[in-house]
């Protein structure tokens, strides 16, 4: 479930269904999802939801209409469209001002990025290759990423579970 807490402290059902595991699209209780964990919202009032058991990125509209915005192929860390891209257990997602999204791939050990234009690549990381290397781009390693956070002027914080670390990528 993805549930709204309004400002008086109300809290309904905002997409999905209590106890039903799924990915399918729809509106509102339509919808469903498997353990997701992450999300971030943009400043459209749009929700994205890291769908960790789904291996998606799904998006809600403020009316609630739920659709898969990234993931569905079949290959953990496939990057291209993002139709195509796909995750090995998206836990954290984040944005940045200039719309770039950036997902924490839990079990392909890599950080990933998707463009305002669709494109999902790798920004970090190699695939299923864990450690604790510090380095640009593919040199680094991590182990397990769970969370993703921006700070104001675009730095990258990664929790890296397994290493017991808070990771920072520097985008130049």
């Not at 939801?49 to 809600?60: P, S």
């Not at 860390?77 to 940045?96: E, Q, V």
């Not at 791939?105 to 695939?127: C, H, K, M, N, W």
């Amino acid at each position: 479930l993805i549930r709204k807490i309004d400002p008086t402290g109300n809290v309904t059902i905002f997409a999905g269904q209590a106890g039903v595991q799924g990915a399918e699209n729809g509106v509102g209780t339509t919808a469903s999802f498997y353990v997701p964990t992450g999300l971030v919202t943009d400043p459209s009032g749009n929700v994205y939801v890291a769908d960790r058991g789904n291996n998606l990125i799904r998006e809600i509209t403020p009316n609630g209409i739920v659709s898969t915005f990234a993931g569905g192929g079949t290959a953990p860390g496939t990057n291209g469209p993002a139709t195509i891209a796909s995750f090995n257990i998206p836990t954290g997602i984040a944005l940045d001002s200039s719309g770039n999204f950036y997902v924490a791939d839990y079990l392909s050990d890599l950080v990933r990025e998707i463009t305002p234009g669709g494109f999902v690549s790798t920004i970090a990381g190699q695939l299923f290759v864990q450690g604790s290397a510090n380095g640009p781009g593919n040199t680094a390693t991590f182990n397990e990423l769970m969370g993703v956070a921006i700070d104001s002027t675009g730095n990258i914080y990664l929790a890296d579970y397994t290493n017991n670390l808070i990771r920072k990528i520097t985008i130049n």
